[in-house]
Nanobody, 115 residues
Framework: QLHFEESGGGLVQPGGSLRLSCVAS????????MGWYRQPPGKQRVFIAT???????NYASSVKDRFTISSDAAEGTVYLHMHNVKPEDTAVYYC?????????WGQGTQVTVSS
């Protein structure tokens, strides 16, 4: 059964850093591309980063050069390292495979960027 559990969110000041974690079960990191997505308040959920089994990464322009996606296949965990965060990064963050399986979104983790 596919399952994603995100954690690591919280309140962070502009310019600060945060690391999000996602433990994924029922998925093989060696054959699936994994991704992070976010849903800002009142807006739709959007893609922000993906990582292939070979380690190739791709980022939305809004987070490129500030966020880094990584994964640990042995631990079944994908990470999102967030640096120089901005108020517009405030959102609920989710992980899923890429393309996402709409039937198996997790609860997400809230990130709030505010001074």
């Amino acid at each position: 059964q596919l399952h994603f559990e995100e954690s690591g969110g919280g309140l962070v000041q502009p310019g600060g850093s945060l690391r999000l974690s996602c433990v994924a079960s029922g998925i093989n990191f060696n054959i699936r591309t994994m991704g992070w997505y976010r849903q800002p308040p009142g807006k739709q959920r959007v893609f922000i980063a993906t990582i292939t089994p070979g380690g190739t990464t791709n980022y939305a322009s809004s987070v490129k050069d500030r966020f880094t996606i990584s994964s640990d296949a042995a631990e079944g965990t994908v990470y999102l390292h967030m640096h120089n965060v901005k108020p517009e990064d405030t959102a609920v963050y989710y992980c899923n495979q890429s393309p996402p399986d709409a039937r198996h979104w997790g609860q997400g983790t809230q990130v709030t960027v505010s001074s």
